[in-house]
């Protein structure tokens, strides 16, 4: 779940198939930007076999499986995702075994993703979709399951009513043959780091799921404080454990699995990008403060390693309107279609209140939520009290603050972590922020 890869080839097909268990319908949904149907003539199923131009087409496999036939190259620029929808008209989509999705070139036969899925009470879900990215197109592993069937899956992008036909059922298709599984690295992982990963994107897939959003796609950048008096929480390994965990934001939300990240104290640092196969070594050398080796009677700095920021250049102060700036013009520098989640963590010392509230003014009519997150019980300043400050397009930031991350357990910390970014999006789509 989650998993993506680019797509280099015109014409795909998405096949759904299964071993065993009740009949499973497959259907499209073309999507704009908003992710959202333009009308009824975006559904594309067996009953309405095709989309206007023929670009995207209900068909059939050799072994019997429902499939979508998608022309990519003559699809309308207006259509930024296809999603592949699957349903049963029969119980839930648990008694289905052997459950899966494959993205296939459509002119050759090659398997170009394989994606297996065990869903549980759900009755229907997005199982995939192919999106556009900065121009290009990619296919995404998505298995998020509804429990209303496919009319609460439709409502929740648009289309209403919602078809009411049942399924027809047909033949169970024969096991489709092995194909090697696409995903972003996250198999590199240590098995126990692997195994926290995935059940915390679960757990972040909920907490998105009780605020109302499914599918959502979102840049991730992480801003990490730096400053003298984090020292003690980096030496005991919390801050390394906070990027850790908010890792699995970025591997559910991001469309790539890469989060930008950065350190601040006097002077703001950009970190090399996290790529999520790469996370215990990203951990081991950038999550740290700045430090001087000992050398008999002289102090000298240690060696670095490749890509570490110096942080003797960083300094020791709280700075934090200067990271917020760096980060809203990298925002700008770098426009994606796509909102963006800054996870901002700080033990606090804030004492340039003006200049940070007029860099978090500005950025309010730009499509970034901020979430800060404060370690400990010191002053935060304007932070504590930014989201209740009026004469602003949307309310654009979230806090709070906790004693001790580390004994805060997960689902209560994405939650808590989550839950006014979704109210930032429906905001920033009616006041025109977001497209």
Known sequence: MGANLPVDVDRV?????RADGPAVSAAALLLTGAGRVRSGADLVARDQPGAPGDAVRHVGTPDGAEAV????????????????????????????????????????????????MAPRSETALVAGELYRREGRWRFRAVGQGYDHG?????????????????????????????????????????????????LRKQQVATSLRKGGLTGVTARVILVLDASGSMSGLYAKG????????????AALLDDDGTMQAWTFATRPARLPDLHIGELPEWLRLHVRVGQLGVIGRKKRPKSRADGQV????????????????????????????????????????????????????????????????????SHYGVLEYFDTLPGRTVDNVGF??????????????????LSEFPLWLGAAREAGVLR
């Open 13 to 17: 097909r998405l096949e759904l198939g």
């Open 69 to 116: 036939e998608v022309d990519l190259a003559a699809l309308p620029d207006s259509t930024e995702r296809v999603a592949l929808c699957a349903w049963t008209g029969s119980g839930t989509l648990g008694r289905v075994t052997g459950l899966r999705l494959r993205l296939v070139a459509a002119g050759t036969g090659t398997v170009l993703a394989h994606f297996d």
């Open 150 to 198: 496919f009319a609460g899956l439709a409502a929740d992008f648009g289309l209403t009513p919602a078809p009411a036909r049942a399924p027809r059922p047909g033949p169970a298709p024969r096991p489709a043959p092995p194909a090697r599984p696409q995903t972003r690295g996250e198999e590199l992982l240590p098995a126990d780091m692997g195994e926290r990963l995935s």
């Open 238 to 249: 919390t801050v390394a454990r906070v990027a850790e965990r908010m890792a699995a934001v």
């Open 310 to 377: 110096d942080m003797r250049t960083v300094g020791i102060q709280n700075e934090e309107q200067k990271v917020i700036a760096d980060v809203r013009a990298y925002v700008r520098d770098h426009p994606v279609p796509l909102p963006t989640l800054v996870l901002f963590f700080s033990d606090g010392g804030v004492y340039r209140s003006k200049e940070i509230e007029r860099e978090l003014r500005a950025a309010a009519d730009e499509p970034v939520f901020w979430q800060f997150v404060g370690l400990g019980r």
């Open 400 to 417: 709070f603050a906790v004693d001790d991350v580390d004994q805060v357990a997960d689902p209560e910390l994405y939650d808590r972590l």
